[in-house]
C-alpha cells in the first residue's frame, strides 16, 4: 500500500488510523526537511544579530545582514509553500 510507505507506516498501522479517524499525512521529502534546517539555522543567525542589537552592541552591517537573511527566510518559506 502505497500511502501507508508515504506515511512512514505499516499497512495494519495506516488502516487503523484511517478506521479511528486519525489524520494521517504522508512525511515530508528530503527537500522540505533540508529547506526546513536550512530556515532553522539562518533563524540562529537571526536571533544572534537580535541579541546584539538588544545588547547594544550591534553595527549597521548587522542589522543589514539580519534583513538579507530574513529574506532568505521569506524565499524559502514561499518554496516550501509551493510544494
Known amino acids: 500500500m502505497t500511502q501507508a510507505r508515504q506515511c512512514g507506516l505499516s499497512r495494519r498501522a495506516y488502516l487503523v488510523r484511517l478506521i479511528e479517524g486519525v ?3 504522508a512525511r515530508p521529502s528530503q ?3 533540508e529547506l526546513r534546517t536550512e530556515i532553522h ?7 544572534q544579530i537580535a541579541r546584539s542589537v538588544n545588547a547594544g552592541i550591534a553595527r549597521a552591517e548587522d542589522a543589514k545582514r539580519g534583513l538579507f537573511l530574513l529574506d532568505q527566510v521569506y524565499e524559502l518559506m514561499y518554496q ?4
Do not use: M
Not at 539555522?41 to 536571533?47: E, W
Not at 516550501?80 to 510544494?83: L, R, V
Open 80 to 83: 516550501i509553500a509551493k510544494k
Open 31 to 33: 527537500e522540505i526537511k
Open 41 to 47: 539555522h539562518i533563524g540562529n543567525n537571526i536571533n
Open 23 to 25: 489524520p494521517v499525512r
